[in-house]
C-alpha cells in the first residue's frame, strides 16, 4: 500500500496539467493548480476504520496528501483539534447543534500551521533549499518555524505593522525576516522580483498548490469527527480563502471515496465589512471578485483585499448553496467576548466574525435552529492582544475585595 | 461499569481521608490533599484496548479521574498534545531519543488547562457558584475561561505586573479581575481573606486536591503515546510542582494498573537560578524546601519562592532517583533559540529551561546518548512576547532584497 496516492496536477481554469514531482507555481495561464489523486486506488485500499489506529494529527489521511515518501514529513503535530458542542452560546442564539472547530489548538497558534505543514514537507520532497514569502502575520510565522524544523531557509517579508508576536515567530525560527514600510502587496512585490533573481520557492498564498491540500485536513477531520456525517452548515473567515476551498475540496473528495453522502454543507464565507470583496461579488452573483481599495479590520487574517483563488471560493459558495456575509469589527468584537463569557473560548476576531454571521444568518432564518453549524475559528485569541478591553481594578497589598 | 472509579481523599503527611462528595480544600494538618481510586476496580473493568475508540482528550482517561457524573465534565478539547521525535535538537545534544511534549497546543495555550478542566468540573459536580484565586498569570486564565463555560463566577487576583496576555484571558472570560499593586504572596493575602468573608471557594495552587489529577494526565498520554513503555527521564519546569507530583502519580497508578512495569523514569525538577528552592534542598537531601527571597526570572511560571507541595515534588526526585537543576535565565533564553531554530518549536522560556537542562545533564554524563528523554513545554512562546530579540531589516516599497 502507497503513502500518498497523488497523481497530478491540474489548472482549474484551463485544465492543463502538471507532474507533482517537480517544483511548481501557478499554471502558465495564471490560476493556482490544485492536486488530484488515485481515488479509485484509494477506495481499494483505505477505509474510515484503518484511521482508528492513527495518530490524532493531520498525516492520518496521508493517502489523500500529496506527500509520498513519509520520511519527508515536517511534523510538529498538527490537526485533529476540537470539535466542541457550545450548548450556552448556541441556546443566546438559539442553535441547538452549534460547534467550534478550534483551530488555536495547533503549533503557532492559527490554522496556517495545516498548510505549512503539508507546503515545507512537500517542499522538502521537492528539493526546495530556501523558500520566500509576503506575509501578514500567521502564514509567515508558520511557514518559518516549519522550514526551520525542515532544514531549508526560509525569507519574510511583512509589513512593518504587522503583529508583534508573528514578527517574533519568525524572528525565533532564525529566518530572514524583513519589514516593509508599506502592505502585504508590498511585500509582495519585493518577494516577487527575490524569487525571480536570487532561486527561491515562492510560497506566497496559492502560488505553490500544497498549502490547500493542507488546509483541506479541517474538512476532514470535522467528517471524522462527526462519524462521517456532514454538518448542515460551515462558516468560514474568508481572506485568502484557502481553508473554505480546502474544505470544500475535501468534503467533495470523500463523497468520491463514498466516506460521506448526500448534499455538501452549506458553506459561508465570513469577511470584515472594512474588506469584503468576495460578499461584494457574491451578492451581485459574480464569478470573481474585485480589488477592495483602502481595506480595514481589527481582523488582520481576512484583510485581503483580492485574493487569488476568489473564483474557487465563489465556486463552493454556489456549488453548495451557501453565502458570503459582512460583520462589523464592534459587532466581531462583542461577540468574541460573548464566546469567551458563555463557553471559555478566547477565539479570535476573524472567529469571532464568523460566530457573529452564524448569529445573524439564525436571526434571518438562513440557518434553521435545529441545523448542525460548525464555525471554523482559526486562531488563538492570545495573538491579538489588542482586541480586548481592559478594565481591571486597581488593589494594593492588604486591601480587602468588594463584596 | 462506572464513569470513575473515584474513592477517597487523604492526606500524604497525616494519612486522614475525606470524602470526595463535598467541598475540600487542604487537610486540617495543613498539608495539600491527594486523590484515590478503585484501583481493583479499575483493573477488572479496563484494559489500554479500551482507551483507541475514545477521542484524543484527557477525558479518555476518566475512570482515573474524579469527576463521577460525565453531565459534569467541561471540556474545551483539552489534552493528547503531540509527543514529537526531535532528531536535529537530539543530534547537536547527542541525544538519540530526545522527545517534546507540547502542552502549548491546549485551549489557553498552557498546561494549566488540564487542571482547570478537571478541577472546575469537579467543583461543577460539588455544587461551586463561585470560586477564587490568586494567580502569576496562566493559571488564572485557565480557571477563569474553564469557570465561564461552566457558569461558575470567578474571582481572579493578580500582580500588577503579571504577563498582559494572560490578563486578557482572565477579563475576556467576564471574571472579576484585579490587579495588585505587589507580589503573587500579597494577591494570596487578598483571595484568602476573600475567601472566609464570602464563601468562595479558593482553588490556589494545591488548596483544592483535584488540580494534580488534570495535571496527571500529561504522564498517562506520554505512557500511552509510548505504547505504555516508559521514557528513561523526564525533565519539567517546576515551579508550584503540581504538574511533576502528577506526573509521577500518574506513573505510579499505571504500574499499579499493570500498564506499565519495571522502574518510573528519574523525574527531573527544573527551576531557573533566580528561583531554585527545591534545587537547594534536593542538594541539601532536605525533604522541603526554604522561601526563596527576592526570586527573580523571566520564566515567570516558575517563579515560586516557597511551593506547599514541595514535599510531594522532593519524593518524586528522591523515590525515582531523579534530580533538581537550575538554569539561568540567558542559558533559558538561548535555549529557547536553538529549539526553534533546529525544530521549529517555539517553546515557552520554562520549556527552554527544561531542554537546556537536558543538554547539561548529558554533557556532564547524567543521561546517557541513549536514554529516551522528554522534555515538558508547559505553555506556549506567543504567550511571552518579551523573551524574543527582533533584528529585522527595515525595507522601503520597491526596495530589493540584498543577496
Redesign the interface.
Known sequence: MKYSYVSHLYCPKCSSTYSTKDQQQLCTCGSPLLVAYDMEGIKKNLTPDHL??RK??LWRYHELLPVEDESNV?????G?????HLP?LGDAMSLENLYIK?E??????SFKARGAAVGVSKAKELGVEALAMPTNGNAGAAWA???????IRS?I?MP?DAP??T???V????A???????LIS?AG???G??VK??ELYDVSTLKEPYRIEGKKTMGLEIAEQFGFNMPDVILYPTGGGVGLIGIHKALKELRTLGWVKGDLPRLVAVQASGCAPIVKAWEAGERESEFWHDSETKAFGINVPKALGDFLVLDALYETDGCAIAIDDTEMLRE??HV???????VCPEGAAAFAAARRLRENGWIAEDEKVVVLNTG????Y?DT??????????????P?
Chains 1, 2 share one sequence.
Open positions: 482508528k489506529d490524532p494529527d515536517v511534523s510538529l503535530g498538527e485533529m483539534t476540537p470539535l466542541v450556552r478550534d488555536g489548538l495547533v503549533p503557532t497558534g518555524l516549519y522550514a526551520a524544523r525542515a532544514g525569507t517579508v512593518e508583534e508576536i514578527r517574533n515567530e524572528a525565533i525560527s532564525g530572514d525576516l524583513y519589514l516593509v514600510n508599506g508590498d512585490k519585493i518577494v522580483s527575490a533573481d536570487q468574541q467576548k469567551a463569557n458563555l463557553e471559555g473560548n478566547f488563538a485569541g492570545i495573538k492582544p480586548v478591553d481592559i478594565d481591571p481594578i486597581m488593589l494594593e497589598k492588604g486591601d480587602v475585595l463584596k
